[in-house]
């Protein structure tokens, strides 16, 4: 039988993607930068680089690797950069000689590192200086024979360069001593790799392409591994849905989530490399101040975002002073984008915030609402062409519209499984490539899809389910409450209640009127009578609210 979400499918959307003739990704970025040459590909700090000069300064990076460094097909590279240039130029230098990416958060420690690392045998690692002493120690601990240190300025035009590397490395004496004989700079090693001649290597689409970190279902560090052929088929799926609403060679998109976190790479990493966009890369999203002053520089049509990023902005004074006149493209994902929030976004800058839903095991799209929608709306949308859904009760039992479980995905970009880990990959995949996502859904008649919460996130009073991200949502209605996160607290009456965190807008806001607000939404069991006024919510690097923190 049908999927009944397939009647809800845009008018020219196939069920299942067609083969873009891929394959592997250094083929879509060599044809990106063919078709693209002339214009802009990455704007970091100021300075603006082509395709053409993209491919040039890829090329060259991978015949350092290849030649000099001695990297071949399958060995594993990590980095460890914010969003700067050096990123994307690491990402295809690296596929073109057949490399297997490691995305490592910059912001980690050595415990963390080493937690992530220590399986994968790492042929080489490229980071800022300013964690050199970090990798000098990694390099010594996980045997690393190839350690690049670059500067944020690397790659920008030559006094630019200087002076952002001086004022690093004087005034904000932010560069650390260390020893590692096996450091290479990236200046030093993309000047060889301009003289040295690339030997074509044989990618097949089935070799992975990168191990990304996740911890998944069970909160334990892994790392999916995702091949070519993964990543090719969730950029098809994506771009068979939003095509309608691109302008290829014509966007700029906005990109403030770390091309470290799997939503940044394929969607703004990838996708929108493909439609040989303009990449706007932001290196501290978190300085909201600065991150106006870059999209009121550049005439922006896109932004990806979680729902902390487009609250802070919707916040900021300056934001709403902005021209959106170009303005077409709101993607929300990561997490629950709230209604408050998107209404806000949407009354400022007359575009509307349209949710997905992914995880890192599925590359990471599964879920998306029709780009031709006008408002908010709940749902994260349909399935995406070729990926199939069930939701499932608590005893495993595929259960019908309206009703909640468990979602579990079956489509050509779910990971082949976890790195050297057996035992979790059996845990989430089963033998018919059933991969179970740890969160709650449930599916309207229409075939739409509503996120409730994940299963280790729900709160159980007195035998109801409470889901934080509804109860948080009610909160963030509130005029005078800025941020607010819902946990668990045990009690010794129902088992659990929840227990509300609150960001004040407004010094007036008193936990009375709180607890009054909640009486008037919720349900009694739902009601957060545990109040508690902080000055910020934990967030992980990409801005999700750090529940387990709280607790």
């Not at 520089?297 to 932004?303: A, D």
Request: glycine content about 6%; overall charge neutral; charged content about 20%.
């Amino acid at each position: 039988m049908e999927p009944i979400w397939l009647k809800q499918y845009p008018p020219g959307i196939a069920a299942q993607i067609q083969n873009d003739s891929y394959g592997n990704l250094a083929e879509l970025f060599n044809a990106s930068c063919d078709r693209y040459a002339d214009k802009p590909a990455f704007s970091n700090l100021g300075t603006t680089i082509s395709y053409q000069q993209y491919q040039r300064y890829s090329h060259s990076f991978a015949a350092y690797l290849q030649q000099d460094a001695q990297l071949k097909r399958g060995d594993r590279l990590a980095i460890m950069l914010p969003n700067c240039l050096q990123y994307p130029v690491s990402i295809f230098a690296a596929y073109s000689i057949g490399l297997i990416l490691v995305n490592v958060n910059p912001l980690y420690t050595v415990r963390e590192c080493l937690l992530q690392l220590e399986t994968i045998e790492l042929s080489a690692i490229i980071g800022l200086t300013q964690y050199a002493d970090l990798l000098a120690e990694l390099a010594r601990t996980l045997s690393i024979k190839t350690v690049i240190l670059t500067e944020l300025g690397d790659l920008l035009p030559p006094i630019k360069a200087a002076t952002l590397n001086l004022i690093i490395r004087l005034f904000k004496k932010k560069i650390p001593s260390y020893e590692c004989p096996q450091v290479i700079s990236f200046r030093d090693a993309m000047q060889r790799g301009a003289f040295l001649k690339l030997t074509p290597v044989t990618v097949a689409s089935s070799d992975l392409a990168l191990l990304q970190p996740t911890g998944g279902t069970t909160g334990v560090p892994k790392l999916a591994m995702l091949s070519h052929q993964n990543l090719l088929a969730n950029l098809a799926q994506i771009s068979s849905w939003i095509i309608s609403k691109v302008n290829p060679g014509e966007e700029t998109i906005i990109t403030a989530l770390p091309l470290y976190h799997i939503f940044a790479f394929m969607a703004n990493g990838l996708t929108f490399l493909r439609f040989g966009a303009h990449n706007v890369l932001i290196t501290d999203p978190r300085n909201i101040k600065a991150l106006i002053r870059q999209m009121h520089r550049y005439s922006f049509t896109c932004i990806t975002g979680v729902n902390t990023l487009f609250n802070a902005l919707n916040n900021h004074p300056d934001f709403s002073a902005l021209n959106f006149s170009n303005f077409r493209i709101t993607l929300g994902g990561g997490t629950a984008i709230q209604e408050s929030v998107a209404n806000r976004w949407q009354e400022i800058t007359g575009v509307p915030l349209l949710q997905a839903y992914g995880l890192t095991e599925a590359s990471p799209a599964v879920t998306m609402n029709r780009v031709t929608r006008t408002a908010y709306t709940p749902s994260v949308g349909l399935p995406l062409p070729s990926t199939e859904i069930q939701i499932r009760d608590q005893v495993g039992n595929e259960v019908g519209p309206e009703m909640s479980g468990e979602l579990f995905i079956r489509g050509p970009q779910v990971m082949q499984g976890y790195w050297r880990n057996e035992e979790e990959t059996q845990h989430v995949l089963d033998e018919a490539g059933w991969l179970a996502t740890g969160d709650i859904v449930k599916l309207d008649k229409e075939g739409y899809v509503y996120l409730q919460e994940r299963k280790k996130d729900i709160i159980m009073v007195s035998g109801f389910n409470v889901f934080p991200n509804e109860v948080e949502a009610v909160l963030m209605s509130h005029p005078d409450i800025k941020e607010a996160a819902v946990v668990a607290v045990d009690d010794p009456e129902s088992g659990q209640r929840p227990k509300a965190f609150v960001v004040k807008n407004s010094h007036k806001l008193d936990k009375d009127t709180v607890i009054a607000y909640c009486r008037a939404n919720l349900t009694n069991y739902k009601r957060p009578t545990l109040i508690e006024f902080i000055e910020e919510l934990p967030k992980s690097n990409v801005g999700k609210i750090l529940r387990k923190e709280l607790r």
